[in-house]
C-alpha cells in the first residue's frame, strides 16, 4: 500500500485549504482512511476518517464543523477539506490506511503516508 499526501501550505486564518491522498498497491474497500495531524512539537494526534465502504465519516470535536473527509472511489484519492483554519491546525498532517482503535482509546493506523506541511498564519 503506498499513500501519497499532498496540498499543504501556507493560509491565514479563516481560510481553507483542500488535502488529497492518493492511495494504490490494492483495493480499499471494507477499510477505514484516515488523516491524522503533528503541530510542532506535539504528538501526532487524530483527526478524521472514512470508511471507504460506506463514505461514512467521523471527526475529532477541534474540528468538527470545520473539516470534511471525502474520497473518490474512481481515482483511489481521499480528500481532507479544510475550512475556516486556526492558528492550532497548523502541523503536518498524514493520511493513512488501516485504521484500528488502541488500547489506549487513540486510533492507530498499518499504513502511512508522508505528511504534508499546512502553516495557518495570524
Known amino acids: 500500500v503506498q499513500l501519497q499526501a499532498s496540498g499543504g501550505g501556507l493560509v491565514q486564518v479563516g481560510g481553507s485549504l483542500r488535502l488529497s491522498c492518493a492511495a494504490s498497491g490494492r483495493r480499499f474497500d471494507h477499510y477505514i482512511l484516515g488523516w491524522f495531524r503533528q503541530a510542532p512539537g506535539k504528538e501526532r494526534e487524530f483527526v478524521g476518517d472514512i470508511d471507504w465502504t460506506r463514505a461514512s465519516t467521523f471527526y475529532v470535536d477541534s474540528v468538527k464543523g470545520r473539516f470534511t473527509i471525502s474520497r473518490d472511489n474512481a481515482k483511489n484519492t481521499m480528500y481532507l477539506q479544510a475550512n475556516n483554519l486556526k492558528p492550532e491546525d497548523t502541523g503536518v498532517y498524514y493520511c493513512?490506511?488501516?485504521?484500528?482503535?488502541?488500547?489506549?482509546?487513540?486510533?492507530?493506523?498499518?499504513?502511512w503516508g508522508q505528511g504534508t506541511l499546512v502553516t495557518v498564519s495570524s
Open positions: 493513512a490506511s488501516d485504521l484500528y482503535d488502541l488500547a489506549n482509546g487513540q486510533r492507530g493506523a498499518r499504513y
